[in-house]
């Protein structure tokens, strides 16, 4: 169920990226309350290694953001910066620094060590895409984003079409920051993540005693974007049941609660996004014409990547800049990650059927295979399933250091770089005495295994094994049909 997600000191909504020993993902922040870190795939947020207690910390969501250890066998350490200087410290929670009831105050960029697994606070992507590093270079995105700027001073619903990773999230955060709302929330959900048997009370909250474990009044998450925007996420995913009441609430401007007797008023502007023509959807009765017309007060299309190449170098280099910085702070070098001419030119050749997000997983690979060189085409790794001559659909899944393949990983006693990356992973990782057909095909091998793990420890299940391996379920399915495996079935 997506929440409103905690701000970070300077406004916008943080993310995790959790690496382990066999994974990488990464996961938005609630907008409050705490968030327990553990092994236990019950625990808030789940960090899959074996080096992790079950219930490990728990973040408390503040303000301001903290972290305290529950007695785990590990311990619990914080990477943090100054905000005031470019030295580092590192802190371990509970342990005489200074805290507050045992906790340590965070902030983005720092990292926590749960053990051997790291977890990465920073700004959730589209927001930092969205405020100072917005890339317009196409003609027809900013015919998009001139038109997004008109309309977002009035009150009227705008609905984003686009194919999947194209940015629609990021086009509704300038719409939202462009409008009379600006100061109000900003309410992310994604249908996708919607379960239905919950989403009713979680909507649009519920009272006391309206149903077995109700044991308070709860506002639902419409309310507290009272006064400003609701961003819905791949609408045309709503289940029918939904859809009835969100066309209710959307006509009427008020919410009841599951429970209440008395409807609640509410203030709010509707965006919705979808990569799927909401009309076929119509004509063949999966979704509902009135709620259609409801939202679709103004379309905006938002064009592929494929077909906006003057934007590819730009982002690339703002990707693997930021990637740096975030695996490798300590690094002088952090802020500068060279793109050869020979990876950039591969890079605009590329049909990019993930867009931006298949974009920004292939850099964030690159800069780890690079291991602080230059970034060359060898390093990519760009798939042949989406090359311009064998289309494909979906992006690559991203590697870590760590998820080196098992031929090229050194035993559990061989030594670690200052990076974290076994000595005898250097091959693999630098590039080095393989050529590019090698290592693509040793690291599609590595990816079909990871494939196969995350479904086994996640008992079939498909949107857990695609949150554990960072991708979208989507994409897993794709790469499940891609390689041949069997589809799952949930224990």
Not at 62 to 87: F, K, M, Q, Y
Not at 94 to 114: C, F, H, M, N, Q
Not at 180 to 194: D, I, K, M, N, T
Not at 350 to 373: D, F, Q
Request: aromatic residues 2%; proline residues 7%; contains cysteine.
């Amino acid at each position: 169920m997506a929440e409103p997600e905690v701000l970070s000191r300077d406004g916008g909504p943080l993310e995790v990226l959790i690496i382990t020993q066999s994974s990488m993902s990464t996961r938005p922040l609630p907008g409050s309350g705490s968030v327990v870190l553990g092994r236990d795939e019950d625990a808030g947020l789940c960090v899959p290694d074996s080096s992790v207690s079950r219930r490990h910390a728990v973040l408390h969501l503040g303000p301001p953001l903290r972290i305290e250890d529950l007695g785990s066998s590990n311990g619990t350490r914080v990477r943090t910066r100054h905000s005031s200087a470019a030295t580092e410290r590192l802190i371990d929670v509970g342990k005489g620094e200074p805290a507050r009831d045992g906790a340590v105050e965070l902030s983005a960029g720092d990292v926590i060590y749960l053990g051997a697994a790291r977890v990465i606070l920073r700004q959730k992507d589209g927001e930092r895409g969205a405020r100072k590093d917005v890339i317009v270079k196409d003609d027809a995105m900013r015919a998009v984003y001139e038109l997004a700027e008109r309309v977002a001073k009035g009150p009227i619903n705008i609905l984003l079409l686009g194919e999947t990773g194209a940015g629609k999230e990021v086009l509704a955060e300038s719409i939202h920051r462009a409008s009379p709302r600006a100061g109000r929330p900003l309410l992310r959900l994604s249908c996708v993540a919607l379960s239905e048997s919950l989403l009713e009370s979680e909507l649009f909250g519920h009272e006391r005693g309206a149903f077995t474990g109700a044991v308070r009044a709860k506002p639902g998450l419409l309310e507290t974007a009272e006064g400003g925007t609701v961003f819905l996420d791949e609408i045309g995913e709503l289940p029918p049941s939904i859809q009835a009441k969100l066309l209710r609430v959307i006509e009427e401007r008020k919410v009841m609660r599951v429970g209440g007797l008395t409807p609640t008023k509410i203030d709010v502007r509707f965006i919705s996004a979808t990569h799927r023509n909401l009309e076929v959807e119509v004509s063949r009765g999966a979704f509902r014409q009135d709620l259609y017309f409801r939202l679709n007060g103004v379309t905006l299309t938002i064009p592929p990547l494929r077909e906006r190449p003057g934007e590819v170098a730009a982002l690339a280099q703002l990707f693997a800049e930021r990637t740096t910085k975030e695996l490798f702070p300590s690094e002088a070098s952090a802020a500068a990650v060279p793109l050869s001419p020979a990876a950039l030119a591969a890079l605009q050749r590329h049909s990019w059927p993930g867009n931006i997000r298949e974009l920004r997983n292939v850099v964030e690979r690159a800069v780890i295979l690079a291991n602080g060189a230059p970034i060359g085409p060898e390093h990519l790794l760009l798939s042949p399933l989406a090359d311009p001559t064998r289309p494909s659909h979906e992006p690559s899944l991203p590697v870590h250091p760590s998820q080196a393949p098992a031929s090229a990983a050194a035993s559990p006693n061989a030594k670690v770089n200052a990076r974290g990356v076994p000595d005898g992973a250097r091959g693999v990782i630098d590039g080095a005495g393989a050529s590019p057909t090698r290592l693509r095909d040793t690291m599609e091998a590595h990816e079909r295994e990871r494939i196969v793990q995350a479904l086994e420890q996640c008992m079939g299940n498909q949107t857990r094994a695609a949150a554990l391996l960072g991708i979208s379920r989507r994409t897993l399915v794709e790469r499940i049909r891609v390689y041949g495996l069997p589809r799952p079935r949930k224990a």
